[in-house]
Structure formats: C-alpha cells, structure tokens
Nanobody, 122 residues
Framework: QVRLVESGGGSVQPGGSLRLSCSAS????????MAWYRQAPGKQRELVAA???????RYGDSVKGRATISSDNTKNTVYLQMTSLGPEDTAVYYC????????????????WGKGTLVTVSP
C-alpha cells in the first residue's frame, strides 16, 4: 500500500501564499489520480485540486484561480501552491491517492495522508 506524508502546513497571513508537499512511498506515475482535499471544523471534506497521471488537473470552485497542483515524478511528490489565502482556507489539508496499482485481493484502491494544518490569520 502507498503511504502519503504531507508537509508545509503552518500559519500564514491573509493574502499570503504557501506550498504544501505530499511525498508518496511509491511511484506516483502508477497512481491514477493524486489530489488534495481539505476539511475545516464542522464542514465537509472538499476537493481542492487533483492531477492525473496524464497531467490533467481540476480544481475546486472555492480555490480556482488561487491554487496550482503539480507533480514531480522523480521525487514521488505532489505539490499544492496556494495564493491569496483567506480565513476560509483554514483547514486540515489531506493528500489523497486514488486508483492505486493492484496489490492483491483486499488491497486498498486509495490512500490518505494524515493531514497538515493550514491556519490563515492576522
């Protein structure tokens, strides 16, 4: 099974920027989709950005124009660059891998990181 580790979270000022990293334990080129989700307290988890092994990207409406997802296959790492951050962006950000390589009967088809907290405040 693939293991995902997020990093780069922290506190930023409104209007600021940050970059999150997700390091995978296996080649991300073998994974159909890598994505970032986020969840704020009391709110449903939502898609932030996703990228396929073919390079196609999609973004959640709330971050469109402010977020960029990218990947570095040589480092097995996916990045999320966000700009113009506001309080509404405060959440735990989770890395997700969907469409994993077959690992035998009962093997997981997706994997989640434990998350990294982003706090936007003055």
């Amino acid at each position: 099974q693939v293991r995902l580790v997020e990093s780069g979270g922290g506190s930023v000022q409104p209007g600021g920027s940050l970059r999150l990293s997700c390091s995978a334990s296996e080649s991300i080129s073998d994974i159909q989709t890598m994505a970032w989700y986020r969840q704020a307290p009391g709110k449903q988890r939502e898609l932030v950005a996703a990228i396929t092994s073919g390079g196609s990207t999609r973004y959640g409406d709330s971050v469109k124009g402010r977020a960029t997802i990218s990947s570095d296959n040589t480092k097995n790492t996916v990045y999320l660059q966000m700009t113009s951050l506001g309080p509404e962006d405060t959440a735990v950000y989770y890395c997700n891998a969907d469409g994993l390589p077959y690992s035998g009967p009962g093997g997981a088809m997706e994997s989640w990181g434990k998350g990294t907290l982003v706090t936007v405040s003055p």
